[in-house]
């Protein structure tokens, strides 16, 4: 019986080459798609409110309401928010429980904050900045100290601290307002609420 020989262009070779083709073309789409996936994944900041309470700062010389972390938002927030302000000052600082101080303060009518808040932050060459919410009014962002900028940075801080803030601006009756996180930042989870505090600034109707 004769025996079968196989050119280099034969059926079998054919048939495997072909099915390795399909194997690698499967494989790279499955990783672009992934990659795609990562690309479009983006930060949402949720806008619900059940967990906070509404707090009024008119006893405290600004016409607006505010609404706050309260007990249930697992952050040891205490039942009443303190409200640290002087009389005639033009700062406000509130505290909700030890892991929360949002910072308030009367900029008159500037009304650019934030666009010079970032133009501050392009200036950092020893941090990286990857704004999570990128607003007019408001931007929260990851800051993540560079391995390069450990001669400028704080010894208490470390090369690899990560950290994230957030800074927003209202305007109130014709006064705009700056509203941010304390400078050294906090988690992730505390900074998104503060981000909905400052999302929740607004004028008492009278």
Request: hydrophobic share 35%.
């Amino acid at each position: 019986m004769p025996t079968k020989k196989y050119t280099f262009f034969s059926v079998p070779f054919i048939a495997i080459f072909s099915a390795l083709i399909i194997g690698l073309t499967l494989f790279s789409s499955c990783g672009s798609s992934e990659e795609k996936s990562e690309e479009k994944e983006e930060f949402t900041l949720n806008e619900d409110y059940y967990d906070f309470r509404g707090v009024s700062l008119s006893s405290f010389g600004i016409n607006a309401l505010i609404m706050l972390p309260d007990e249930t938002a697992n952050i040891g927030a205490s039942i009443k928010p303190e409200i640290i302000h002087a009389d005639g000052d033009f700062k406000w600082d509130i505290h909700v429980g030890p892991n929360f101080q949002l910072h308030i303060e009367d900029f008159g009518d500037y009304n650019d904050l934030v666009e010079v808040k970032k133009k501050e932050l392009e200036e950092y060459d020893f941090v990286k900045i990857n704004y999570l919410i990128n607003e007019k009014d408001l931007i929260l962002y990851e800051q993540t100290l560079l391995v390069k900028g450990k001669k400028e940075a704080s010894k208490s801080v470390g090369v690899e601290h990560r950290s994230y803030h957030v800074y927003g601006q209202k305007m109130i009756d014709g006064v705009t307002y700056e509203l941010r996180s304390r400078d050294e930042g906090y988690e992730k989870v505390i900074i998104e609420l503060m981000a909905k505090s400052i999302k929740s600034f607004k004028p008492i109707q009278k």
